[in-house]
């Protein structure tokens, strides 16, 4: 039996750090959308018990480093399933950007599973096994758009987000989300307004949400890959209406509720950065699958 299921990016459309917590995490307050770039898996029954990551990709592991492997494995130990498994990824979602791919990869497996598994799990149990696997896992199992606590595990659904582009550019540099925290200084950021954010998402005002957008990471991988800080300035320079960093980075995005700015956002980046997307936000938990 094959099974085909699509696993979205996120963006954060505001990300606030708290304070750190004594299990060595991050308190944080962030509100996370689902955006149209996805990922795609192909999982496929296997007699032999194993699991098996297929993917084109260089970058993407085939083995327990795997977060899809992972979510997997931690099905087949907690149900006793003796059952094999092939997940194929066809990566669409750049690696280490900041856009969740990974953790989406997970939470597609475990949806995917639990219906190849017959294992008659609701999303709010997948999502609390998605928990063990990595933080964001939990919002991915849902989708849509959310206000995630704790350390990104408690989720507070929203309604969706006023309908607009999103350009997205990511340059060809890596980084390392516990590299960001361990050098983050809680006492010396700007915090973003979460609440106004959902007042804005519930009251659809479209310009209220590009005000309130913000990310306190900025202010450590902005100053130490200045090339995300050119991003988001070469961005509000061709029109963008809102930019902002989406997790640790380095990926930048872009809201414009215009077709022709976001067209002309979309080739003035093509110009200078090689991964360049221009997407809708999915926004509503029914639209992900």
């Not at 509100?31 to 990551?53: F, G, H, P, Q, Y």
């Not at 309908?163 to 809680?186: D, F």
Request: aromatic share 6%; net charge neutral; with cysteine.
């Amino acid at each position: 039996m094959k099974l085909m299921i699509k696993a979205p990016a996120k963006i954060n459309l505001t990300l606030d750090v708290l304070n750190k917590r004594p299990d060595g995490y991050h308190e944080v307050e962030m509100i996370m959308t689902t955006v149209d770039l996805a990922d795609r898996l192909e999982l496929e029954s296997l007699n032999k018990n194993e699991i098996r990551i297929i993917s084109h990709n260089r970058f993407v592991p085939d083995d327990s480093r795997n977060l899809a492997y992972q979510a997997a494995k931690l099905l087949k130990e907690r149900y006793g399933i003796k059952k094999g498994v092939s997940i194929q990824i066809d990566k669409i979602i750049p690696v280490a950007a900041g856009l969740a791919g990974g953790s989406s990869d997970a939470a597609a497996a475990l949806k995917g599973l639990n219906q190849l598994w017959n294992l008659g799990l609701s999303l709010d149990e997948l999502a609390e096994l998605g928990a063990e696997i990595g933080s964001d896992v939990s919002f991915c199992v849902y989708g849509g758009t959310a206000l995630a606590t704790g350390r990104g595990e408690k989720i507070e659904h929203l309604p969706a987000p006023p309908n607009c582009w999103v350009v997205l550019a990511k340059p060809t540099i890596g980084v390392s989300t516990g590299e960001v925290y361990k050098n983050l200084k809680l006492d010396r950021m700007k915090r973003p307004d979460t609440n106004a954010m959902i007042e804005a998402i519930k009251g659809n005002d479209y310009n209220k949400m590009c005000q309130n957008m913000g990310n306190v990471l900025e202010s450590v991988t902005l100053q130490a890959h200045p090339e995300v800080a050119l991003i988001k300035e070469q961005m509000i320079r061709f029109g963008a209406d809102a930019v902002l960093m989406s997790g640790s980075g380095p990926t930048v995005f872009g809201l414009i509720r215009h077709d022709s700015r976001m067209h002309r956002v979309y080739n003035c980046l093509r110009g200078f950065c090689d991964q360049v997307y221009a997407v809708r936000m999915l926004g509503d938990t029914d639209l992900v699958d």
